[in-house]
């Protein structure tokens, strides 16, 4: 839930929130190393000081009234009295929180040691001369450490029923350098919580402090750096409902002025997008009503996919026309062309046969036969046009029928260019269509690719089933074609070969396009051609005998 909401803030809030965060985490994390390592540096700084304290008041306490106060154990002999006031001055020329007390070197069993001198205050705490006291843990091993190592030893801190101290142990020796006591030097723990309590305070308000102004200087920092974001928001939801003539100005922020020069450039050609839009409405008669009021960036890419599917059906439109046209036109001119140039064949097929002509006679006739001959195969193309749709329905294996094909062309493809043909055919790839027009498009396709490999090259011919499509695929490494040249593929009187005259491919689309299929062409300038003809595949259920009309 709170992820939701976090997700819903304004981006303004977002990074104001991420950024006090972060920030309050830091403060916090600074103001809490700061606080610990400030106590515990005070906590050394003290018990330093009491080390010091009892290692320099141990030099006036005197060992032979130690040892006479330990042998009369009396609590009103002039030595103990002595060392009683030794003690008390610890406190009395230091500190509140310090305090002194000289202990017996002699340890008893179950960590119980003896008081030997005390002062004043441990006497209205009830602590005796001679007094016994049940150490705990820290204290004793303190204690312990300083008579075996002989030196000044601190213990940490520790809490028994008079408080919570740090203690600083020095032990006090006799001529022969056996220990006799220890002089004890408490620091009063509570000073250090006390102290604790004031940093702790002082932080707190300071972290109070920090916090709003942290807080206060991020809102007018991040405010005024997402200005012109703010200012590019608003123009987006401008634009979006339509109003293309706002304008973005904005100074403060070179990157942000640069995406504001961009914004203005995208509404400026927004603009220029609509009254094309406008002007096309216009063109194709049929202008909406509320044309004025189409300013939704959806609406306008509805209206322009209305545009375009029109224009689609336009260009059929004109492109059956044309072929309609053609049709009727080649009609008419192969019937008046054929009768004559049979006559004029016949006669050239006579001389052909006289023995008194010469070699070069002869071989001018048998050119102008030739070419009356590339005349006949271009008017039975423009008749290919005319003819009426009047094929069957039939199953053809595309597989069978193009390995005839490449058997076909494969002697004409290697004599004449050095071109090898490679065949890759899938079983019984069986399509509805027509197998003398099929047969007739692969042929054609096969042999442009062949004319186009002016250097030799490779020809591969592969037959597959692709979802509800035979696909035949020739693929050749020929002069390949460019995007123009691609553009006006299949259309009238267009050849990139010579002597062409483009009716050739154009009677394959069409054959195609009765059949129901599609043609793809993919080419590279320099790299080759791929033609790809799709014929819908044969689907049992039609029956073998169906002789509906395409």
């Known amino acids: 839930m709170w992820k939701q909401h976090v997700n819903d803030l304004p981006l303004y809030r977002k990074i104001l929130v991420f950024s006090f965060l ?4 830091v403060v916090v994390s600074t103001a809490g190393f700061t606080f610990y390592y400030v106590t515990n540096h005070l906590a050394n700084q003290l018990t330093e000081r009491a080390k010091g304290i009892a290692s320099l008041w141990s030099y006036t306490i005197p060992s032979e009234d130690v040892l006479q106060a330990i042998h009369s154990h009396n609590p009103k002999s002039p030595s103990l009295k002595k060392l009683n006031n030794l003690v008390g001055l610890v406190q009395e020329k230091n500190a509140e929180y310090l305090q002194g007390y000289l202990m017996d070197a002699k340890i008893e069993k179950g960590q119980e040691l003896h008081f030997l001198a005390v002062t004043e205050a441990d006497r209205l705490d009830g602590i005796r001369n001679f007094s016994s006291y049940q150490a705990g843990n820290e204290f004793f091993q303190a204690f312990e450490r ?3 190592e002989k030196k000044v030893i601190s213990s940490r801190l520790y809490h028994d029923r008079y408080g919570d101290w740090i203690t600083a142990f020095q032990p006090i020796t006799d001529h022969n350098g056996k220990v006799i006591a220890v002089l004890a030097v408490d620091v009063n723990a509570s000073a250090i919580n006390h102290f604790k309590e004031k940093i702790g305070i002082y932080v707190i308000f300071s972290l109070i402090i920090i916090t709003i102004l942290v807080y206060l200087t991020l809102r007018w920092g991040i405010r005024r750096v997402l200005a012109p974001v703010n200012e590019i928001i608003s123009g987006i939801n401008a634009v979006s409902s339509g109003n293309f003539n706002v304008k973005l100005n904005i100074s403060s922020q070179s990157d942000m002025v640069k995406l504001g020069e961009k914004f203005n450039h995208m509404t400026s050609q927004l603009t220029v997008l609509f009254e094309r839009l406008a002007d096309t409405y216009k063109e194709f008669g049929s202008i909406p009503k509320n044309l004025g009021s189409v300013h939704q960036v959806e ?15 336009q260009k059929e439109l004109q492109r059956a026309e044309k072929m309609n046209a053609i049709g009727q036109l080649a009609a008419a001119v192969a019937h008046e062309i ?3 140039m049979t006559v004029v064949r016949g006669f050239l097929q006579i001389f052909l046969t006289k023995d008194h002509l010469s070699e070069t006679e002869l071989s ?8 009356l001959n590339r005349a006949e195969i ?5 008749l290919s046009l005319a003819k009426p749709d009047l094929e069957q329905i039939e199953k053809v294996d595309i597989s069978d029928l193009s390995k005839k094909v490449a058997d076909l062309m494969n002697t004409f493809a290697f004599m004449s260019k050095n071109i090898s043909l490679h065949t890759i055919l899938e079983n019984e790839v069986l399509v509805k269509g027509n197998q003398s027009e099929l047969k007739q498009v692969i042929i054609n396709i096969v042999k442009n690719g062949i004319e186009s490999m002016r250097s030799g090259g490779v020809l591969t011919l592969t037959v597959r089933k692709n979802e509800r499509y035979g696909e035949i695929i020739v693929t050749d490494t020929g002069i390949g074609m460019s995007p123009e040249e691609l553009e006006r593929l299949g259309t009238a009187f267009y050849s990139l070969k010579e002597k062409g005259t483009g009716m050739g491919l154009m009677v394959c689309y069409q054959i195609v396009e009765r059949m129901k299929g599609r043609i793809d062409v993919e080419s590279e300038k320099g790299v ?17 005998g169906e002789n509906n009309k395409l």
């Open 338 to 340: 054929r009768n004559p």
């Open 146 to 148: 300083a008579i075996k």
């Open 22 to 25: 972060i920030t309050f985490v």
């Open 299 to 313: 609406e306008a890419i509805g209206e322009m996919e209305k545009i375009i599917e029109k224009t689609k059906i």
């Open 378 to 382: 271009i008017i039975n193309d423009y």
């Open 364 to 371: 001018y006739i048998q050119l102008m036969i030739d070419e």
């Open 528 to 544: 080759g051609t791929t033609f790809k003809v799709c014929i819908p595949l044969w689907e049992e259920d039609n029956g073998e």
